[in-house]
């Protein structure tokens, strides 16, 4: 079948292409990728029989929740998969390679955390219009018609993991950018959707249905309008990083991936037509499943251990017959670590969404006391609860601009949203209940707001139940006096004695040293170092010299 007998056919979408041959590529591919994860560390290959169904995701999943730091974790590399009946793959497939941490974020963006925002700013700002080739490497190997179908051909070659072993009913493409066009502009859209294996020839996508959702299902309903049966897709496993980022990126309605992955990239990305749909795929992808959406009727689906950390129980969503499955000769296939936080794909979304937060309450609305928003991870997968951290001394009436800003700038998150001063460690659940617990008056410093939507979780966010928002103030009101821990000195001191002596690794949990909260004098500083230095005695003469008549017992006392 050609690509212009298939519906909403034509080369509109590849508008501002540029022509084959015009420069060489400007950006690194999945494998590149890995050898410079290999170079810094990141990489761990796994060389003995794993099995895909039950033990490739577990495995994974333990540097997550096995109270490894974050710097620790690892992308996973396996290269002898089986899966429950015992068959062996000889594909490999790697879990982590864009997010199991920051750092690993950081080398497939080619920049330091501190400059992805500005990376992606610019990139936004500066497009680059991807560059059409004729030939690629994702098209190596063309399978169609026959070589699809049965076991052991088209999806069912692919060892495509569990990713819930115990709740999920199927093997689950995960790390997937889906492609499709705009019947009406010609534009594409590339998003992040889940995709279970039904057949070799079949599976099912999950688009997000509810409000400010998925760009996929928008395009979805305008086929369905048009009174067409059917939407071309392609799903992309495997893209170069630049182009992976974008799937689970927010971008405005209407703007072209692969034109901000080329800014991210300051070069254009290599793009083909695919071999039997009219849409355009990464020409460096590890693999292409091609195939057609049907607008007419759905299919069950899941469950699924979701992003939102429990499990998606069994609902309709598109099924979609595969046209043809085209990869590289050597392909790789990479797979998310989502479900409950954190995960790979809460990473991938933190990283992105924090800066944004913070460009929105101090450029948009033009807080400039706002010094950091952080998207709580751990089990609320950075929907539920947002910390906007401020400086000491902020008037009030900014802390609550600032707390209504982060809470509604997504329809779907910031249900709770706390403010604190930024000696606070957002990431440090104990801080924030401290600061709770002695800078907030339940009175003054909390309101609930009603009328807010489910958004993203276990409640389905298109049903009639409303949610609320809670805002909170746990920001200081006035000066304290210091955190009653020894100064950071001491306890560094005291932290090199300690691995002197070989004793377990430390994690220092913030905060882990005092500091003054203001209420503090500089007489009190040259008594606590008189102190340290074994002349207490000396303190002692200059209180006696201060002794008063008629004072009742825990009256508070400066010294001039």
Same mark, same amino acid.
């Given at each position: 079948m050609k690509s212009n007998d298939l519906p909403g056919a034509g080369a509109s979408h590849a508008a501002g292409a540029r022509p084959a041959g015009e420069g060489k590529r400007g950006y690194a591919d999945l494998h590149e990728h890995l050898e410079?994860?290999?170079?810094? =560390?990141?990489?761990?290959e796994i060389s003995r029989a794993v099995d895909k169904d039950s033990e490739l995701h577990p495995l994974v999943r333990w540097q997550f929740v096995g109270g490894m730091a974050e710097a620790e974790r690892k992308a996973f590399l396996f290269t002898n998969i089986v899966d429950g009946r015992g068959r062996k793959y000889d594909i490999p497939v790697v879990v982590g390679a864009i997010a199991a941490n920051r750092a690993i974020y950081s080398v497939g963006m080619g920049a330091p955390l501190e400059k992805i925002q500005a990376k992606w700013d610019y990139a936004i700002a500066h497009p680059v219009a991807p560059r059409e080739v004729r030939s690629a490497p994702c098209h190596d190997v063309v399978n169609t018609g026959d070589a699809l179908v049965g076991e052991g051909k088209g999806l069912d070659r692919l060892p495509i993991p569990i990713s819930t072993p115990g709740f999920d009913s199927a093997p689950t493409l995960t790390a997937t950018n889906v492609i499709t066009v705009d019947p009406e502009?010609?534009?594409?859209?590339?998003?992040?959707? &889940?995709?279970?294996?039904?057949?070799?020839?079949?599976?099912?996508?999950?688009?997000? #249905?509810?409000? =400010?959702?998925?760009?996929?299902?928008?395009?979805?309903?305008?086929?369905?309008?048009?009174?067409?049966k059917s939407m071309p897709c392609a799903i992309v496993l495997g893209c170069p990083p630049y182009v992976a980022f974008m799937g689970p990126q927010k971008l405005p309605v209407g703007i072209d991936e692969f034109t901000v992955a080329g800014g991210l990239a300051g070069a254009p990305i290599n793009v083909v037509k695919a071999?039997?749909?009219?849409? +355009?795929?990464?020409?460096?992808?590890?693999?292409?499943?091609?195939?057609?959406?049907?607008?007419?009727?759905?299919?069950?689906?899941?469950? +699924?251990?979701?992003?939102?950390?429990?499990?998606?129980?069994?609902?309709?969503?598109?099924? /979609? &017959?595969?046209?043809?499955?085209?990869? *590289?000769?050597?392909?790789?296939?990479?797979? %998310?670590?989502?479900?409950?936080?954190?995960?790979?794909?809460?990473?991938?979304?933190?990283?992105?969404?924090?800066?944004? +937060?913070?460009?929105?309450?101090?450029?948009?609305?033009?807080?400039?006391?706002?010094?950091?928003?952080?998207?709580?991870?751990?089990?609320?997968?950075?929907?539920?609860?947002?910390?906007?951290?401020?400086?000491?001394?902020?008037? &009030? #009436?900014?802390?609550?601009?600032?707390?209504?800003?982060?809470?509604? +700038?997504?329809?779907?998150?910031?249900?709770?949203?706390?403010?604190?001063?930024?000696?606070?460690?957002p990431d440090n659940s104990d801080a924030i209940l401290w600061a709770m617990a002695y800078r907030m008056n339940p009175v003054e410093d909390v309101q609930a707001l009603p009328h807010r939507?489910? =958004?993203?979780?276990?409640?389905?966010?298109?049903?009639?139940?409303?949610?609320?928002?809670?805002?909170?103030?746990?920001? /200081?009101?006035?000066?304290?006096?210091?955190?009653?821990?020894?100064?950071?000195? %001491?306890?560094?001191?005291? /932290?090199?004695?300690?691995?002197?002596?070989?004793?377990?690794?430390?994690?220092?949990?913030?905060?882990?040293?005092?500091?003054?909260?203001?209420?503090?004098?500089?007489?009190?500083?040259?008594?606590?170092? *008189?102190?340290?230095?074994? &002349?207490?005695?000396?303190?002692?003469?200059?209180?006696?010299?201060?002794?008063?008549?008629?004072?009742?017992?825990?009256?508070?006392f400066r010294p001039e």
């Amino acid at each position: 079948m050609k690509s212009n007998d298939l519906p909403g056919a034509g080369a509109s979408h590849a508008a501002g292409a540029r022509p084959a041959g015009e420069g060489k590529r400007g950006y690194a591919d999945l494998h590149e990728h890995l050898e410079e994860l290999k170079k810094h =560390g990141l990489l761990l290959e796994i060389s003995r029989a794993v099995d895909k169904d039950s033990e490739l995701h577990p495995l994974v999943r333990w540097q997550f929740v096995g109270g490894m730091a974050e710097a620790e974790r690892k992308a996973f590399l396996f290269t002898n998969i089986v899966d429950g009946r015992g068959r062996k793959y000889d594909i490999p497939v790697v879990v982590g390679a864009i997010a199991a941490n920051r750092a690993i974020y950081s080398v497939g963006m080619g920049a330091p955390l501190e400059k992805i925002q500005a990376k992606w700013d610019y990139a936004i700002a500066h497009p680059v219009a991807p560059r059409e080739v004729r030939s690629a490497p994702c098209h190596d190997v063309v399978n169609t018609g026959d070589a699809l179908v049965g076991e052991g051909k088209g999806l069912d070659r692919l060892p495509i993991p569990i990713s819930t072993p115990g709740f999920d009913s199927a093997p689950t493409l995960t790390a997937t950018n889906v492609i499709t066009v705009d019947p009406e502009t010609g534009v594409q859209n590339m998003g992040t959707y &889940r995709a279970a294996l039904k057949s070799s020839d079949r599976l099912v996508v999950r688009m997000a #249905t509810r409000v =400010g959702g998925a760009g996929g299902y928008v395009h979805y309903q305008k086929y369905q309008k048009l009174g067409r049966k059917s939407m071309p897709c392609a799903i992309v496993l495997g893209c170069p990083p630049y182009v992976a980022f974008m799937g689970p990126q927010k971008l405005p309605v209407g703007i072209d991936e692969f034109t901000v992955a080329g800014g991210l990239a300051g070069a254009p990305i290599n793009v083909v037509k695919a071999k039997t749909v009219d849409l +355009f795929v990464p020409a460096e992808s590890e693999i292409v499943i091609e195939g057609l959406i049907d607008t007419e009727y759905c299919e069950p689906e899941a469950p +699924f251990g979701e992003s939102h950390g429990h499990v998606a129980l069994e609902e309709f969503n598109m099924p /979609m &017959r595969v046209t043809a499955i085209t990869h *590289r000769r050597n392909p790789v296939i990479p797979s %998310y670590i989502s479900q409950v936080a954190p995960s790979e794909s809460s990473i991938i979304k933190r990283v992105a969404y924090e800066p944004l +937060f913070l460009s929105h309450l101090r450029e948009g609305l033009g807080i400039r006391g706002v010094r950091k928003v952080s998207l709580h991870e751990p089990l609320t997968g950075l929907l539920r609860v947002t910390v906007v951290s401020v400086e000491k001394g902020m008037p &009030r #009436t900014e802390v609550w601009r600032a707390l209504r800003g982060a809470a509604f +700038f997504k329809g779907d998150m910031g249900k709770i949203t706390i403010a604190v001063n930024d000696d606070i460690d957002p990431d440090n659940s104990d801080a924030i209940l401290w600061a709770m617990a002695y800078r907030m008056n339940p009175v003054e410093d909390v309101q609930a707001l009603p009328h807010r939507g489910q =958004g993203h979780g276990p409640k389905r966010e298109h049903g009639n139940e409303e949610d609320s928002t809670l805002l909170i103030d746990a920001t /200081m009101k006035g000066d304290m006096p210091p955190l009653a821990l020894p100064k950071q000195e %001491y306890m560094e001191r005291a /932290m090199k004695i300690w691995e002197e002596l070989g004793l377990p690794k430390l994690r220092p949990q913030s905060p882990w040293f005092g500091y003054s909260l203001g209420d503090w004098l500089p007489q009190w500083d040259e008594a606590a170092l *008189r102190a340290v230095q074994g &002349r207490y005695a000396e303190n002692g003469r200059i209180s006696e010299t201060q002794k008063k008549k008629g004072v009742k017992p825990e009256t508070k006392f400066r010294p001039e």
